[in-house]
């Protein structure tokens, strides 16, 4: 994932949004970031992070990633890369969600949800 738009939101304050891209598909996502020191450009090797998640299985099988009217929200359908963690890929965007993971979900299974705000 690499940040390739970030927009000041309070220069004291060091917050900011930031547009994440993937490296493998064609989705975005914008991000809250505090203390951004983050550049345009920069690779992010960790996951976003996912709060005011609420997660559950998938029988869809394609990655989707919309967002919702609210700031930083999104929908998702993503693959479960680490179901001890709560780590989701959604077609490269990897998302670590705060939700409780039902027990029945196992890595590499489908899963689709909502993240009230995505940060970095």
Not at 4 to 15: A, V
Not at 64 to 77: D, G, I, P, R, T
Not at 92 to 108: E, V
């Amino acid at each position: 994932m690499r940040i390739e738009k970030i927009k000041c939101l309070s220069e004291s304050g060091q917050e900011a949004e930031v547009l994440v891209s993937s490296d493998v598909s064609s989705f975005e996502v914008w991000a809250f970031c505090h203390p951004c020191i983050l550049t345009e450009k920069s690779i992010l090797q960790e996951p976003l992070f996912g709060v005011f998640t609420e997660i559950y299985s998938s029988s869809e099988r394609d990655f989707k990633l919309e967002e919702l009217s609210e700031w930083c929200a999104y929908n998702f359908v993503g693959k479960l890369t680490d179901a001890s963690k709560g780590i989701v890929d959604v077609g490269g965007i990897m998302i670590m969600l705060d939700a409780h993971m039902p027990g029945d979900l196992c890595d590499g299974d489908w899963v689709e949800g909502t993240c009230g705000r995505i940060d970095i």
